[in-house]
């Protein structure tokens, strides 16, 4: 036994082995010696040949059989990287081969030791001694590198096709063809946390090293598209726009259960999105669930805001009554759980054109689509102990005190929902908020009519 001889001919299996991975299968290699010479080589492809028993050492022995002329190996020792299976042991053993040198050990299939050891049963082997752990290092090295890249693989695949959860829907690329004045390419994200491998839509323009970022946040049943008119404005000013679809809206993806959304799921989202692109100097943009959602992520990280737009909101603490306007909302969408989007948007806003109303349709192809804007309005926290409504008076707390960013503040008069009066009540809370800004003609959609509002915020901040 040289073991240096052993180390030389366990490379030229390493080789076998190299093939192997190159070919896409799992990286083990062998090759047969007689009288210090390899007459045969072998590696493992049970995928590319369709073969179960493809195994490296069954191809090498194959080989030397038909070299030598003769199914018995006699004087010949088998060199192979990975410790052999019960397979390979057996043909090892009716070959008659003197010596079979390995490299890493096999704890799950190895039959030289590791699950059974069919070279010590002396009623089936008389001659075939064997050696392990020859070079073991490298030859697992060679195993653990091809799975290391077959996960790198697939992680990145994962990451490039974002594949759609059974429990969620998809809404068809082709429902938001051609929309009204919505140029953006998409953006996904699918590996949050939170996220579970939904994807998430997000628009993601202007400079990624702008002075600014504008964060735009949306509400129910609207989604990105609602700041279309916005995002030209802080885009010209040479910030970066960043608007993303909340789970269930929009580009998004839609979970199929309604309780698959809350409030605190949808908040964690959201710090993990801003966290995941790194945003800075942000000016939070929000209306509506935005809002409601919106406010209570500055407390969590409050280095990354510099400004706050805020339009149509409230903070839901839970310890004061709903407005009667959102009350009447919310019994409306338990009426009428898949009431007509386009119609609510062409109502509140006249100036809309059919295919804008349509737009913001575009998401919700069916009843399927629709379990966010069935889940949203009885998620708004209406008693102290409901989900969201202690984080946001705990933000109710920080805004009130903590708050060191600039601020403007918008208001669609019309709003029967959260109008003039619940604004004046979110005033109050906010540290420094100036005079809103009124918007006489603009209803609870204001970014409808979001031009100047945001021209006021870019002269701002
Ligand atoms: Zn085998």
């Not at 180390?7 to 093939?19: K, N």
């Not at 080589?41 to 003769?70: C, F, K, M, S, Y």
């Not at 929902?417 to 918007?439: F, H, K, V």
Request: proline share 8%.
């Amino acid at each position: 036994m040289n073991s240096e001889l052993d180390q030389r001919f366990m490379q030229l299996a390493l080789e076998q082995a190299r093939l192997a991975a190159s070919a896409g299968e799992v990286p083990v290699g062998a090759v047969v010696v007689k009288d210090g010479q390899v007459i045969a080589v072998g590696r493992n492809a049970p995928v590319a040949a369709h073969d179960p028993t493809a195994h490296a050492e069954i191809a090498a022995l194959r080989q030397a059989a038909q070299v030598l002329g003769n199914y018995r190996l006699d004087g010949c020792e088998l060199f192979v990287t990975l410790e052999p299976c019960a397979m390979c042991s057996g043909a090892v053993l009716h070959a008659r081969l003197d010596r079979v040198v390995y490299g890493a050990t096999e704890p799950r299939t190895g039959a030289a030791g590791s699950v059974v050891n069919l070279f010590e049963n002396t009623q089936l082997n008389h001659q075939t001694r064997v050696v392990g752990g020859v070079l073991a290092q490298e030859c697992t090295d060679v195993l653990q590198q091809f799975f290391q890249q077959k996960r790198d693989a697939q992680a990145l695949e994962r990451k490039a096709t974002h594949p759609l959860r059974d429990d969620a829907l998809r809404t068809p690329e082709t429902c938001f063809a051609g929309l009204p004045d919505y140029p953006w390419p998409p953006h996904y994200v699918s590996d949050l946390p939170a996220l579970q491998g939904l994807r998430m839509h997000y628009v993601d323009v202007g400079p990624q090293d702008g002075s600014l970022t504008y964060l735009c946040l949306h509400g129910n049943p609207a989604w990105s598209y609602l700041y279309r008119k916005m995002i030209p404005v802080f885009a010209q000013a040479g910030c970066r726009v960043v608007a993303p679809d909340l789970i269930g809206f929009g580009k998004s993806d839609k979970p199929k259960r309604e309780s698959a959304h809350s409030f605190t799921w949808h908040r964690e989202v959201l710090l993990q999105l801003m966290e995941r692109l790194d945003l800075q100097r942000i000016v939070l943009v929000v209306q509506d669930w935005g809002g409601l959602l919106g406010l209570t992520l500055p407390m969590a990280a409050p280095q990354r805001f510099a400004g706050l737009v805020v339009m149509n909101t409230a903070l839901a603490t839970g310890d004061a009554p709903l407005s009667p306007g959102f009350l009447a909302w919310r019994e409306m969408c338990a009426k009428n759980p898949d009431f007509d989007i386009a119609r609510l948007m062409a109502r509140g806003n006249p100036q809309l054109s059919p295919p804008e109303c349509a737009a913001y349709m575009a998401p919700f192809p069916d009843k399927g689509h629709r379990a966010a804007t069935r889940a949203f309005p009885p998620m708004v926290p209406d008693h102290p102990r409901a989900d969201g409504a202690a984080l946001s008076q705990q933000a109710r707390h920080f805004w009130q005190h903590d708050w060191r960013g600039k601020t403007v503040m918008a208001v669609g008069m019309q709003d029967p929902l959260l109008g003039w009066d619940s604004m004046q009540a979110l005033r109050q809370t906010i540290r420094n908020c100036p005079e809103p800004l009124q918007m006489p003609d603009a209803g609870h959609f204001v970014q409808e009519q979001g031009v100047s509002i945001a021209r006021a915020a870019v002269a701002t901040f």
